[in-house]
């Protein structure tokens, strides 16, 4: 069974940084791609950064480059995304899932989510 438990979020001041985490199991870590995803209350989820399966390759929303970073530890099977400078527009549940086979851009399954939310 695969299983993806995100942990990390919380509260932070604007400016400030967090770093989630993301234990999978239940499956070959390293031969999937990986990405977050990100949601607000009464919208659909939106892409914030992919990672191919071997970490050799990034990809980020035009928005959050250069703020944001994925990375992977394969020897772990965690999945991390370091945000800093954060924003209180990047308030939301922090997604991380499982991509498609031979995809970077569509996920198969996500965990539960950890919230982040950032206010003064």
């Given at each position: 069974e695969v299983q993806l438990v995100e942990s990390g979020?919380?509260?932070v001041q604007p400016g400030g940084s967090l770093?989630?985490?993301c234990a999978a199991s239940g499956f070959i870590f390293s031969n999937y791609g990986m990405m977050w995803v990100r949601q607000i209350p009464g919208k659909g989820p939106k892409?914030?950064?992919s990672?191919?399966?071997g970490g050799e390759s990034t990809t980020y929303a035009d928005s959050l480059e250069g703020r944001f970073t994925i990375s992977r530890d394969n020897a772990e099977n965690t999945l991390y995304l370091?945000?800093?400078s954060l924003?209180?527009?990047?308030t939301a549940l922090?997604?991380?899932a499982r991509a498609k086979h031979?995809?970077?851009y569509a996920y198969d399954y996500r965990g539960q989510g950890t919230q982040v939310t950032v206010s003064s």
């Open positions: 979020g919380g509260l770093r989630l985490s892409w914030v950064a990672i191919t399966s370091q945000m800093d924003q209180p527009d990047d922090y997604y991380c031979l995809e970077l």
